[in-house]
């Protein structure tokens, strides 16, 4: 869906729509007024150099690159890569192996859970459907789903930011790693069932304040596009975005529990020192639904994320209420089911971060959408391998730096699964 340009009235909207078979959406909601929370002057101000487009971006720095994925072999897993699309140019880089058991290499092409990623997606949706008229970011999400929430404060909006409150049932769900996963590898959940394991627990922040990062956030958002359409998010993903940028080798598969075609092996690392990584590549993911369950490549997370910020999935004031920063700390802020992140260079990069057992992905992109990076390591439960990854955004967008600038890189300690516990 080309959705800067569709309901319009135009005849170009309506060919654009017939050309790429996706129903029509009624017309683009006029912009809302800013809620009374309004968060983009409370978050930081990104770096200069970040201001639309004004900065030139320096070559990627592929020796650094490589030495980061080389750094998450040396610290445990099995695997790393990356693929780098810049104005046209792709570079790719790939390091050890997707597949213990038969010694195959990590190919770019290969597809792998993408996590939290997925909210990227979810979110996108959400927006499309305010497009529509058919969802309202400031309405309470009692009054779409009637007595789901305890509190009557909690809107659409909140949900997208993590400021709802809502308790992340995954904090409990993998206490314990490797047993946690393994209660829930095969297990099929509903929506509802996975929002009462959250009300167990008391709100975390009042509605609508600080960031609180939660799953439940993003399984409540799923059930609103399914309310609001009548259809599944599976459907709904296909038909918003997976045709209309033609994500061959994207997919919703839950509650089925393969990864389609040629794929990387994802490979948990249990609690308990020295012991041996789990294969966790065949999952449900039910535990995660619309928080986490997709399935992606590096080519086809590329196109989604540069397509995003690009003007291509919603409306131009849709995507600017996506940019309303909340703070996280001083080098991140939060969307609406985006991240940005402030690098060492001063220049900021849009995506998401992606846990899933066995499987760390981050996905980010230049503010133009013009030069875009996918990486992942095939592993998780380690903070050794997790804080690779943000240097394989400073070697894609900061270019060549000295080493201290490099070593001032912040510690990373909390994955989207169970956020709360700190790892190792």
């Given at each position: 869906?080309?959705?800067?340009?569709?309901?319009r009235?135009?005849?170009?909207?309506?060919?654009?729509?017939?050309l790429?078979?996706?129903p029509?959406?009624?017309?683009f909601?006029s912009?809302a007024?800013?809620?009374?929370?309004?968060?983009a002057?409370?978050?930081?101000a990104?770096?200069a150099?970040?201001a639309?487009?004004a900065?030139?971006?320096?070559?990627?720095?592929?020796?650094?690159?490589?030495?980061?994925?080389?750094?998450?072999?040396?610290k445990?897993?099995?695997?790393?890569m990356a693929?780098?699309?810049?104005?046209?140019?792709v570079r790719?880089?790939?390091?050890?192996?997707?597949?213990?058991?038969t010694?195959r290499?990590?190919?770019?092409?290969?597809?792998f859970r993408?996590?939290?990623v997925?909210k990227?997606?979810?979110?996108?949706?959400?927006?499309q459907?305010v497009?529509?008229?058919?969802?309202?970011?400031?309405?309470?999400?009692?009054?779409?789903?009637?007595?789901?929430?305890?509190?009557d404060?909690?809107t659409?909006?909140?949900?997208l930011?993590?400021?709802?409150?809502?308790?992340?049932?995954?904090?409990?769900?993998?206490?314990?790693?490797?047993?946690?996963?393994?209660?829930?590898?095969?297990?099929?959940?509903?929506?509802?069932?996975?929002?009462k394991?959250s009300l167990?627990?008391?709100?975390?922040?009042?509605?609508?304040?600080?960031?609180a990062y939660?799953?439940?956030?993003?399984?409540v958002?799923?059930?609103?596009?399914?309310?609001a359409?009548?259809?599944?998010?599976?459907?709904?993903?296909?038909?918003?975005?997976?045709?209309?940028?033609?994500?061959?080798?994207?997919?919703?598969?839950h509650p089925?529990?393969a990864?389609?075609?040629?794929?990387?092996?994802?490979y948990?690392?249990?609690d308990?020192?020295?012991a041996?990584l789990?294969?966790?590549?065949?999952?449900t993911?039910s535990?995660?639904?619309?928080?986490g369950?997709?399935?992606?490549?590096?080519?086809?997370?590329?196109?989604?994320?540069?397509?995003?910020?690009?003007?291509?999935?919603?409306?131009?004031?849709?995507l600017?209420q996506?940019?309303?920063?909340?703070?996280?700390?001083?080098?991140?802020?939060?969307g609406?089911?985006?991240?940005?992140r402030?690098?060492s260079?001063g220049?900021?990069?849009?995506g998401?971060?992606?846990?899933?057992?066995g499987?760390?992905?981050?996905?980010?992109?230049?503010?133009?959408?013009k030069?875009?990076?996918t990486?992942?390591?095939n592993?998780?439960?380690t903070?050794?391998?997790?804080?690779?990854?943000?240097l394989?955004l400073?070697?894609?967008?900061?270019?060549?730096k000295p080493?201290?600038?490099?070593?001032a890189?912040?510690?990373?300690?909390h994955?989207?699964?169970?956020?709360?516990?700190?790892?190792?």
């Amino acid at each position: 869906m080309v959705a800067g340009m569709v309901g319009r009235g135009t005849a170009l909207g309506a060919a654009l729509l017939s050309l790429l078979a996706v129903p029509a959406p009624t017309a683009f909601a006029s912009p809302a007024a800013p809620a009374a929370d309004s968060v983009a002057a409370a978050a930081p101000a990104a770096p200069a150099g970040a201001a639309a487009g004004a900065t030139t971006l320096p070559s990627p720095d592929l020796t650094a690159l490589r030495e980061a994925l080389r750094s998450a072999l040396a610290k445990g897993a099995p695997g790393a890569m990356a693929r780098i699309d810049d104005h046209g140019a792709v570079r790719r880089l790939t390091e050890g192996v997707a597949d213990k058991a038969t010694g195959r290499a990590m190919n770019t092409d290969d597809r792998f859970r993408i996590g939290s990623v997925t909210k990227t997606f979810t979110s996108v949706v959400v927006l499309q459907l305010v497009d529509e008229g058919r969802l309202d970011l400031d309405t309470s999400v009692n009054t779409y789903l009637p007595g789901l929430l305890p509190d009557d404060r909690i809107t659409v909006r909140h949900l997208l930011s993590h400021r709802s409150g809502l308790h992340d049932y995954t904090d409990e769900m993998f206490a314990r790693t490797v047993p946690g996963f393994e209660a829930v590898r095969n297990k099929v959940f509903s929506h509802r069932e996975l929002v009462k394991l959250s009300l167990e627990k008391p709100l975390t922040v009042e509605p609508g304040t600080t960031h609180a990062y939660s799953n439940t956030n993003f399984v409540v958002a799923g059930m609103l596009i399914e309310k609001a359409t009548g259809h599944t998010v599976q459907t709904e993903y296909r038909d918003r975005i997976i045709k209309p940028l033609k994500l061959t080798d994207t997919f919703y598969v839950h509650p089925g529990t393969a990864v389609p075609g040629r794929h990387v092996k994802g490979y948990l690392r249990p609690d308990e020192a020295g012991a041996p990584l789990v294969d966790s590549t065949r999952q449900t993911a039910s535990w995660a639904q619309s928080a986490g369950a997709m399935i992606s490549s590096t080519h086809d997370l590329n196109t989604f994320v540069s397509a995003l910020l690009r003007g291509k999935l919603m409306s131009p004031a849709r995507l600017a209420q996506m940019q309303e920063w909340v703070p996280v700390n001083s080098t991140q802020g939060y969307g609406l089911g985006l991240r940005r992140r402030d690098l060492s260079c001063g220049v900021s990069v849009y995506g998401h971060t992606g846990t899933v057992q066995g499987y760390y992905t981050y996905s980010f992109t230049s503010k133009d959408g013009k030069r875009t990076i996918t990486s992942l390591a095939n592993t998780s439960n380690t903070s050794d391998v997790l804080n690779v990854m943000p240097l394989t955004l400073e070697a894609a967008f900061c270019g060549k730096k000295p080493a201290a600038a490099r070593s001032a890189t912040p510690v990373e300690r909390h994955e989207d699964i169970a956020p709360s516990l700190v790892r190792d």
